[in-house]
């Protein structure tokens, strides 16, 4: 059976550190602040801030939210963004994905200033995680991977690493991040023609394609490390992965279960952003 | 004996619709032009320059170069972009690469204006290539490889393409406009284990590593795809590819040669870069 790579205890093992930088931050009069915005009030918008917000209560970073309608008026939505892109007292902005139709995701992205953008979805910052610049703030999902993978010290250079996804979110910039470590990438899809065999080469395998429980037994080369980024719910209405558990755990080395995995790692990451955001802003005083 | 899937045809054919292009912009009173930016008169610079011109000049895209010392002031480097970036008529930039190791390259890049960044170094066109945005401009270099591919109707879907390099440049632009044709894509570099056996897999083969005839027919499938972005010079003072042409091209079933490959394709690119350019500031009047 395969060890269990646990995204509680990888948060846990943050946890000290970051709230040591966030209680630096307050003593010199920086107290570390994240705001989310949210549209409406969709119940996994509001799991997620539940989430973010108990992470951040933890560490010491402030946070507030800014509630706009579901249908608030585009050109309303840029401001209370530009608000906060100007609102000294706030490091970083998180924005509850996805927006509503009706907002043009482009405009938000590049309203939104790059030093702010903890979750790394303005252009700058895309730029930053593609070019393998690490003063940017990559995506929290993705770093979240990268978390998992340092802390339990699994080797990636010159390993051959195949991602399931190519999400600018999650599948993409988890492939800059990986060949950044020196690993070889193969970046897989809904097109590719043989998914399994492809997922068999992996010594590592990250699956970020948003199906539950696709990834079988037989997408798994026995004694590979598995990263669940999947969030998914099964047909008898339970939290589950991309990665079929039950089958894939006899076979691989290691696996993030789901829940308990890559999530649990986020919020931290999270986090940890707006503590840098705000590091850098003090440090420029 | 595989077919040579040359470079100067493809810019041939890109030359009329180029140039007819051109024409209209200047009828209307746009005519289009490229501002070349050079530091110092390294050999290889001058080679593209003129190479540069003469394609403009082809197609009817003015050119003009303004040549910095190459120990020119880094202050005075960014006050003459600066300067190309405001003037109307230019709409298109292109430094020579690389700059002078005293100019901080991270500079240029964020002064330069996206919509004049025609060789796609700006962070913005960098985010935009790697979303899979068309508005943008990638590197004129692997937007050559993709010219290449279309013009002979080389299938990507589905197909598995492997990537040698992961530059900025090359290795992983190419790697996300062919994931945008829906290939599968696996990026290799120095640290890869096994690189002939990673690139034996492949369809399509993308080398672009800088190293003189190093992909020889080991690293090549029977009927395999080969494109050579590579420009070197072999020990016999001739210029090669990254790719041993004459133990691969009986191995694969279409080949760019070196020359006449892949860099014959790039000033073109660059010419209808420039084009497209002045089209959008014709098109915002």
Do not use: W
């Not at 008026?73 to 000294?88: M, T, V």
């Not at 008898?236 to 790692?265: E, M």
């Amino acid at each position: 059976m395969s060890e269990v790579l646990s995204g509680k205890t990888v948060a846990q093992a943050m946890l000290e550190e970051v709230k040591t930088r966030a209680e630096a931050l307050s003593a010199k009069g920086t107290p570390p602040k994240l705001a989310i915005v949210r549209f409406g009030a969709r119940p996994d918008d509001l799991y997620y801030e539940k989430g973010a917000k108990r992470t951040c209560a933890q560490v010491g970073v402030a946070c507030d939210t800014t509630e706009l309608a579901a249908d608030v008026p585009e050109a309303e939505a840029l401001r209370a963004i530009g608000a906060l892109n100007d609102d000294p007292a706030v490091h970083g902005i998180l924005i509850l994905q996805p927006m509503p139709k009706h907002i043009d995701t482009a405009k938000v992205r590049y309203l939104l200033k790059p030093e702010k953008d903890v979750d790394g979805t303005s252009p700058i910052n895309q730029a930053k995680v593609f070019e393998g610049d690490p003063t940017g703030y990559p995506p929290c999902t993705p770093t979240a991977v990268m978390e998992i993978i340092k802390h339990y010290g699994i080797e990636l250079k010159g390993k051959k690493v195949v991602v399931l996804g190519r999400s600018m979110v999650v599948g993409k910039p988890a492939s800059m991040l990986l060949l950044g470590e020196h690993a070889t990438v193969t970046i897989c899809h809904s097109r590719t023609k043989d998914l399994p065999a492809e997922a068999r080469q992996a010594d590592v395998l990250v699956a970020a394609i948003g199906k539950a429980k696709m990834v079988t037994a037989d997408y798994v080369r026995p004694g590979a490390v598995v990263i669940d980024v999947g969030i998914n719910v099964d047909e008898a209405g339970k939290l589950c992965g991309d990665v079929d558990y039950d089958s894939v755990a006899p076979v691989a080395s290691q696996i993030t279960p789901v829940p308990g995995g890559v999530g649990s790692v986020t919020t931290m990451v999270l986090a940890k952003h707006v503590v840098r955001a705000a590091e850098k802003v003090a440090a420029s005083r």
